[in-house]
């Protein structure tokens, strides 16, 4: 294979360039050895996602408070899951656009009824 940056040709099986030194070949891709990894504590990390998610376009407010409180249930029956700290970021997001969508619709109508 030829160096990217000085245009040398190397062995193939060569990582470094021979000629300037440039990583030509990215090590070895690490595979986890369980490849069945499950998140601990799935309903936690949904929250946090649709929690922040909500912030930047407000639809998944309500899921992320029900996702929460999923989350902070299951870290309840199983403390080893752990997750609160998800959960917590996922109901508190969700419930500040749940109040904005709110105060803005409540807004929409009073304009509208003015
Ligand atoms: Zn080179």
């Given at each position: 294979m030829f160096c990217y940056r000085c245009g040398k040709a190397n062995e193939?099986?060569?990582?470094?360039?021979?000629?300037?030194?440039?990583?030509?070949r990215p090590p070895a891709v690490v595979v986890p050895e369980d490849l069945n990894y499950f998140p601990p504590n799935p309903d936690a990390l949904w929250a946090y996602y649709l929690g922040i998610a909500s912030l930047l376009c407000g639809i998944t407010g309500i899921p992320a408070i029900v996702m929460g409180i999923r989350g902070l249930r299951y870290a309840k029956l199983?403390?080893?899951?752990?997750?609160e700290v998800h959960a917590w970021v996922g109901i508190i997001g969700g419930a500040l656009t749940v109040l904005c969508v709110f105060m803005l619709i409540i807004g929409v109508v009073i304009s509208a009824c003015l």
């Amino acid at each position: 294979m030829f160096c990217y940056r000085c245009g040398k040709a190397n062995e193939d099986d060569n990582r470094f360039c021979k000629y300037c030194g440039t990583m030509i070949r990215p090590p070895a891709v690490v595979v986890p050895e369980d490849l069945n990894y499950f998140p601990p504590n799935p309903d936690a990390l949904w929250a946090y996602y649709l929690g922040i998610a909500s912030l930047l376009c407000g639809i998944t407010g309500i899921p992320a408070i029900v996702m929460g409180i999923r989350g902070l249930r299951y870290a309840k029956l199983h403390p080893e899951a752990r997750g609160e700290v998800h959960a917590w970021v996922g109901i508190i997001g969700g419930a500040l656009t749940v109040l904005c969508v709110f105060m803005l619709i409540i807004g929409v109508v009073i304009s509208a009824c003015l």
